[in-house]
């Protein structure tokens, strides 16, 4: 952090009917100088376990409010989503200085989706509901990411403000083979339906599955289908030659 030798790169996320774009989750990287672009996957656990988290988090927000704001002045609307770790559920600090944040960016707080995983919530659901509801009236959009493979309870989903489900990818990528994860998938796009929840189908990968789940009635969609996740300057490039080709790919997977 102290080095600037992390980035961001995004995966957009669209709606499955139109194929317009929504808004980018914004992934972590670290350029780092012996070892080259590493994934989350290598440094996360190890900022989860320690205070670094915090500072790694709050990096995050602003990088991806800093990047909007820049799309902004190019013309291109979009949503931005940031994934939070469970220590960040436990973060009584977080809604301020994510205010903070919005405010100095000029961003509504709408333009932000908070993700967070099952795990994360169900490791202490009384506070994240606390921390999530503080959130939530601030009018940050909060969505459940990796839907179907942590610790579910209905009881709780209930009871949290969330705005949408996330389909994890192990389902959708198996639905056209797998009986029972197209029904998994099938089954929690009704019940967020019934929830006045949105869902969002991440690992979408090839035309059939993109129609399954507007079959299904799935809201939007993201995966290697559209692209996969690029630098700040590339995605404002992807935006503009997808836009222009929006209605030529959605007549395609028709």
Same mark, same amino acid.
């Given at each position: +952090?102290?080095?600037?030798?992390?980035?961001?790169?995004?995966?957009?996320?669209?709606?499955?009917?139109?194929?317009?774009?929504?808004? =980018?989750?914004?992934?972590?990287?670290?350029?780092?100088?012996?070892?080259?672009?590493?994934?989350?996957?290598?440094?996360?656990?190890?900022?989860?376990?320690?205070?670094? +988290?915090?500072?790694?988090?709050?990096? &995050?927000?602003?990088?991806?409010?800093?990047?909007?704001?820049?799309?902004?002045?190019?013309?291109?609307? =979009?949503? &931005?989503?940031?994934?939070?770790?469970?220590?960040?559920?436990?973060?009584?600090?977080?809604? &301020?200085?994510?205010?903070?944040?919005?405010?100095?960016?000029?961003?509504?707080? @709408?333009?932000?989706?908070?993700?967070?995983?099952?795990?994360?919530?169900?490791?202490?659901?009384?506070?994240?509901?606390?921390?999530?509801?503080?959130?939530?009236?601030?009018?940050?959009?909060?969505?459940?990411?990796?839907?179907?493979? @942590?610790?579910?309870?209905?009881?709780?989903?209930?009871?949290?403000?969330?705005?949408?489900?996330?389909?994890?990818?192990?389902?959708?990528?198996?639905?056209?083979?797998?009986?029972?994860?197209?029904?998994?998938?099938?089954?929690? +796009?009704?019940?967020?339906?019934?929830?006045?929840?949105?869902?969002?189908?991440? @690992?979408?990968?090839?035309?059939?599955?993109?129609?399954?789940?507007?079959?299904?009635?799935?809201?939007? =969609?993201? @995966?290697?289908?559209?692209?996969?996740?690029?630098?700040?300057?590339?995605?404002?490039?992807?935006?503009?030659?997808?836009?222009?080709?929006?209605?030529?790919?959605?007549?395609?997977?028709?």
């Amino acid at each position: +952090i102290a080095e600037g030798e992390l980035t961001l790169h995004y995966q957009p996320q669209l709606a499955a009917g139109s194929c317009a774009l929504e808004r =980018v989750e914004a992934l972590v990287r670290w350029v780092h100088p012996e070892r080259g672009l590493l994934p989350p996957v290598e440094f996360l656990p190890l900022a989860e376990q320690t205070r670094l +988290i915090r500072p790694l988090t709050r990096w &995050v927000i602003d990088r991806a409010l800093a990047d909007w704001r820049a799309w902004q002045a190019e013309g291109l609307e =979009v949503g &931005v989503a940031v994934n939070l770790s469970a220590r960040s559920l436990g973060d009584d600090e977080l809604p &301020v200085e994510l205010a903070t944040l919005l405010a100095e960016h000029g961003a509504p707080p @709408g333009t932000l989706t908070l993700e967070l995983t099952e795990s994360a919530v169900m490791a202490d659901p009384f506070r994240a509901a606390s921390i999530l509801g503080r959130l939530s009236r601030m009018g940050v959009r909060l969505a459940l990411d990796d839907f179907g493979t @942590g610790y579910s309870s209905l009881a709780y989903l209930k009871r949290l403000p969330v705005d949408e489900l996330k389909i994890d990818r192990s389902f959708v990528a198996h639905m056209a083979a797998d009986a029972d994860d197209a029904a998994i998938v099938r089954s929690t +796009i009704d019940l967020a339906r019934s929830l006045r929840l949105t869902t969002v189908a991440e @690992g979408v990968e090839t035309p059939d599955a993109l129609a399954t789940l507007r079959a299904f009635g799935c809201e939007s =969609v993201q @995966g290697f289908l559209f692209a996969k996740p690029l630098p700040a300057g590339e995605m404002l490039e992807w935006a503009r030659a997808h836009a222009s080709s929006t209605e030529n790919l959605g007549e395609a997977t028709a």
